[in-house]
């Protein structure tokens, strides 16, 4: 789960990570008087959407119009809000739709002396959080990554623990940090990466992390992804969540008990497994086609859930057909010949559908199959599968 940057903010504020005071604003009015309660000659206001890359990116049909503006007056704040509020924005990481701006967060104005990096994520194979910092910070980090990744440095850090006094030390030395700016990066350091363990979060990156002419570290930016797994540990931050910025399918998917990311081909996929559905999709390019979406009904598939998957694939207007694979271990073949059949009779196939079977009650699911009026293209196997289905929405 994705949250807003003021949203980071505010929990990163009663974590004592270090941030600058901010306000949040739905409208231009909010904003100018968002500013005047700051009290500061400058500040800046900021786009929330769920995409990073705000700072160079436009509004769609106005291209003067950036997605973080520094503002010296209620006037500016307000005319930027204005310019910002229920507009597309349109970012490096939005893709060219853009995304809605439904809140701005108007913040202090910094008086930025260096701009770092930081980031934590899970490192599989130390089957640890690592915490990475750089002293390239503001600008792209995968472009540093792979030009100097030398400039990256990372520790990795026991959860229980969190972050070593001497790592500390070692990160400042490499960042060349010194002076009353090491003492503030001790304090940042070391409760970012408890911020990270309580949280359960999955990745958290601040960029630029920056120290201020003053020698304080601040961070000035926040983006943080909580592990959905662990999301019942923390009640409180479902209330976080802005359903506004999730895909309404995937949204709908998971109300129904079943894993499903969106895509961008046109081959949509109902498979039960995750592994099963990974090689589906490969199986699929692999034959030159591209699949829609990835779909994992699950072990225990109901007709009910097969159904609302149906729905779900055929709802996507670029879903020119259907690949059902389906290894029946838990669930019989029988259940989702049976599932096939009433969706069939419920919402009706509008694209071809190749349907390959396998396992418990395969034969049995099979003959269910052709004797009813369901109108598939059948496959022995999962090669074969993906030939007919490719072929179909040529
Ligand atoms: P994004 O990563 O989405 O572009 P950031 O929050 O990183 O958004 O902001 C972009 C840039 O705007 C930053 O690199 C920084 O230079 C500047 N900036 C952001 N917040 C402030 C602030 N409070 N004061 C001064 N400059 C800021
Ligand atoms: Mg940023």
């Known amino acids: 789960m994705k949250i807003h940057e003021f949203q980071g903010k505010q929990l990163f504020r009663q974590a004592g990570v270090p941030v600058l005071e901010g306000h949040v604003a739905r409208t231009a009015d909010e904003a100018a008087a968002a500013f005047k309660k700051l009290g500061g000659s400058i500040a800046v206001v900021k786009a929330q959407i769920h995409a990073g890359g705000r700072g160079k990116g436009t509004v769609i049909d106005n291209p003067t119009q950036k997605g973080v503006v520094i503002v010296k007056s209620a006037e500016e704040a307000r005319a930027a809000a204005a310019g910002l509020l229920k507009k597309k924005l349109v970012t490096i990481q939005t893709g060219p ?7 701005v967060f108007v913040e202090a104005g910094c008086d930025i002396a260096r701009e770092l990096y930081l980031g934590i994520v899970i490192d599989r194979s130390a089957c640890k ?43 400042c030395k490499k960042l060349n940090v ?12 070391t409760s970012i990466c408890q911020f990270f363990v309580d ?44 359903w506004s910025e999730e895909e309404p399918s995937e949204v709908r998917a998971s109300d129904a008990g079943l894993s499903y ?119 022995v196997d999962i090669t074969d599968a993906a030939k007919k289905i490719v072929a179909a929405v040529k």
């Open 199 to 242: 949280y359960d979060c999955s990745m958290a990156e601040i960029n630029p992390l920056v120290i201020t002419s003053d020698g304080l570290m601040v961070a000035l930016d926040a983006k943080i992804i909580f592990d959905d797994n662990a999301l019942f540990r923390h009640p409180d931050l479902l209330e976080l969540r802005d």
């Open 129 to 171: 959080p690592v915490l990475m910092v750089s002293s390239e910070g503001g600008v792209e980090i995968e472009t540093v990554a792979e030009k100097t990744p030398e400039l990256i440095f990372k520790e990795p850090f026991n959860p229980a623990y969190g972050l070593d006094a001497f790592q500390v030390r070692k990160l």
């Open 261 to 379: 990311v969106k895509l961008d081909g046109n081959i949509g996929c109902l498979v039960n497994g995750a592994g099963l559905a990974m090689s589906t999709m490969d199986i699929i390019k692999y034959h030159g086609g591209n699949p829609a979406n990835f779909l994992d009904v699950g072990g225990g598939a109901n007709a009910q859930q097969v159904t609302e998957a149906f729905r779900i694939l055929l709802s996507d207007p670029n879903c020119k057909g259907v690949l059902v694979n389906i290894f029946g271990g838990i669930a019989r073949c029988t259940t989702i010949a049976s599932a096939l059949i009433e969706a069939s009779e419920t919402i009706g196939f509008t694209v071809p559908l190749v349907v390959r079977l396998e396992g418990t009650e395969v034969e049995e699911g099979r003959k269910m199959l052709a004797e009813s009026d369901v109108d598939i293209i059948s496959a």
């Open 178 to 189: 010194n002076g009353p700016a090491a003492k503030s990066a001790a304090t940042f350091f």
């Open 97 to 103: 739709e853009g995304k809605t701006v439904n809140r």
